[in-house]
């Protein structure tokens, strides 16, 4: 999964308010725990930010980084993906488990919300799809099993985060 040791945990979505703020999406099977994980780096590891939530929106978290002090600076960080060092997260397999072990998880959004439960797991050729039962919903939609969509999945906590595309859900 991560280059030399490092694992995405999250990602910034765009600035948040004024002040400097941004919006985050966590990666983090427990999506809060992706403050308890810093300093984290960018990709490169050459810029480190501390991480300060400051609250819960749609998708995600309004968090402070270190170092982003105005709208401008937060807007810069959008699409910035963040790492932490593997040995600071919790201890997952490798990415490594049966179809069978995902039917009947529940599917948590970025924000913690959760958005579905895996009713089964279809191959169509080019990727993996993981068919989902919506809440309160007769129908299912169908979420890409790729890294950018599906970033955790945690079988020994029994949940999967999802950051679908923009729209699957609508």
């Known amino acids: 999964m991560g280059q030399s040791g490092k694992v995405c945990v999250g990602a910034v ?3 948040f308010g004024v002040r400097g703020d941004v919006r985050l999406k966590s990666f983090c099977a427990d999506p809060e725990a992706i403050a308890d994980y810093g300093p984290l780096t960018d990709e490169s590891g050459a810029r480190s930010f501390d991480i300060r939530l400051t609250g819960q929106v749609k998708g995600g978290f309004t968090a402070r980084l270190s170092g982003v002090a105005t709208k401008e600076q937060a807007d810069a960080m959008k699409g910035l993906r963040l790492f932490a060092p593997r040995d600071r997260l ?3 397999d490798d990415d490594e488990y049966y179809h ?7 599917v948590f959004d ?9 009713k089964a797991v279809l191959n169509h050729g080019a990727s993996d799809l993981l068919e989902l039962h919506r809440p309160g919903s007769p129908s299912t939609v169908l979420l890409p099993f790729t890294r950018d969509a599906v970033p955790t ?3 020994a906590a029994g949940r999967i985060v999802a950051d679908p595309p923009e729209g699957l859900l609508d």
């Open 110 to 118: 970025t924000g913690g919300v959760q958005i579905g439960t895996v």
């Open 90 to 92: 919790p201890n997952l």
């Open 13 to 15: 979505s765009g600035a």
């Open 153 to 155: 999945v945690d079988i």
């Open 100 to 106: 069978a072990d995902l039917i009947g998880l529940p």
